[in-house]
């Protein structure tokens, strides 16, 4: 039987912000993971929105250690470790496991495509093996339009019959509620985490364990207060409510906008920069974008030193 | 005016042969490209088929030092430098200038899907820039099907304004002549190869400089003579001999096929190992596919020690 882990709730795939040189500001990446976690919102650091495959292993190797040495505590942890190859997949795995990490959130390895679950399975499997250690926690990164890659239920379920106390739970960033409810069908422990909050309440309903979004990062306490109260009466209009906010950043291109919306509320346009490939957003999408928040009266808490 | 280059031919992406515990053997990499330059075939190493982003950054750093050291002639390697990440492709393209390579192929930042010229153009801009050297001379390198990106019209012309001594070509890997004849008629001086050997004398007709194909691993010798005699009378001929086994391969998995045949007319089964997440061929299917081969007769000749 598989342990029970307490790993659930509302993670933001926390927003890397780069210096003019575009080196990593650590400082203002620590301040941003600190006020996130003072909103009761975890970290899943190295995600997407975090531009994480824009950050060389060395970098992500670095940051970790920053982060976690400056003070950050481990446990609220989820980093991303997938990579294209096996031995940098083992090596910020073995990172984040040694630094106490509570779970890795690991891209499958996203070049190749047309890869079958056979594939899948054995790549999953040296990295277990080669990490070799029963603290690992797995979550599978579920995102079809950038890995080009899918997690089968054959493949899931082969992954809870021979590493059940390894690969806990998934991050469906597909948008269809329909794989997480098929999933949470066939494995009703496997922890689901939804890639957006406005399928939060759906996905809790499932059985999911919560949900890993960008928007997290500017919206945290009402999608956590989502995730406290989706019981209570009131969790239907929190939804609409957060997923109000949640539709008007997807009018725009997502990274770029979430930290373009972090850069006007906090007065602080140095969270503006993103790393090429991305743009940053232009400055008439970012009048309309920040026009029809102000509409909805959206603020950012401030960041409290 | 950008000078003139002498880079045009046969290149083999260079298969990467694994030992039991998928360390690359060095060894066998190293007889396997003296063998292919010993055909006329010249060495794109870190491409698609060499599995390239199965292996790491400092792999990759460190093979391409192994070679060159153990002789390799780098005026006859074009070594694929792009990565996902802007600190990981400059370090592996400043390796690759610093030991005196012909050039680099470049992957596009294969991640985010969706990035517009701008975003393409700023990230190859920011390595050349951080390269710093004038002896970088740049293939882009398009294969939409697994980066999901595409190099336009558009972007070439503002590489070739921004960087004419620096951005010299591109591997067309998409399989579309048509795309090829486009970029040809806009830019006739930029040297494009195609990724199959099955539109070679087509991308010689429109002005092309030659091909980089996985095929060219196992077929070297007669791709060569096509690209040496293209313009006499048997060149007909000569397209339709490669085609056929080329057409062969195609009906499988290609790098796994392609390691298979090595091990098969090599009597080498080492060759047959692959990374994952790819899968090595099945036994009956490398029954069928040596069958089709043998039925053409088709041999490699022996490496020369």
């Keep these: ?51 994480a495959n824009s950050l060389s292993v060395n970098e992500r190797l670095q940051l970790l250690e920053f982060l976690v040495d ?48 056979e594939g899948l399975y054995k ?24 890995s080009g890659l899918h997690f089968s239920i054959d493949l899931i379920e082969r992954f809870l019959r021979e590493f059940p106390e390894t690969v806990v739970g998934m991050k469906d960033s597909s948008g269809q509620i329909e794989n997480i409810k098929v999933v949470l069908h066939n494995f009703p422990e496997f922890k689901v985490f939804v890639g957006t909050e406005s399928l939060l309440l759906s996905t809790l309903r499932f059985g999911g364990a919560g949900c890993i979004s960008g928007t997290a990062n500017i919206n945290p306490a009402k999608i956590v207060r989502l995730f406290n109260e989706w019981k209570t009466a009131k969790a239907e209009h929190m939804q609409n409510e957060i997923s109000e906010i949640r539709k008007i950043i997807e009018g725009y291109q997502m990274i770029p906008a979430i930290k373009k919306v972090i850069a006007y509320y906090r007065n602080d346009n140095k969270w503006a920069r993103v790393r090429p490939p991305l743009n940053e957003l232009p400055q008439n999408e970012t009048d309309t974008l920040i026009g029809k928040l102000d509409f909805l009266k959206f603020k950012i808490p401030p960041v409290q030193c």
Excluded at 18 to 41: A, I, K
Excluded at 82 to 100: D, F, H, M, R
């Design 123 to 146: 790549n999953f499997s040296e990295v277990i093996q080669r990490v070799g250690d029963s603290r690992l926690k797995i979550f599978l990164y579920h995102i079809p339009q950038m």
């Design 70 to 117: 400056r003070g950050l505590e481990p446990t609220r942890m989820m980093p991303g470790t997938g990579c294209c190859s096996i031995p940098e997949t083992v090596e910020l795995t073995k990172k984040a496991v040694n630094l106490g990490c509570s779970s890795v959130l690991m891209l499958p390895p996203f070049y190749y495509k047309g890869v079958n679950d």
């Design 1 to 51: 039987m598989r342990e029970s882990s307490p790993i659930k709730g509302v993670f933001a795939p926390v927003l890397t912000p780069f210096n003019p040189d575009l080196t990593v500001d650590q400082e203002r990446l620590f301040m941003h993971c600190e006020w996130l976690l003072s909103q009761d919102c975890s970290l899943a650091i190295f995600g997407t929105n975090s531009e």
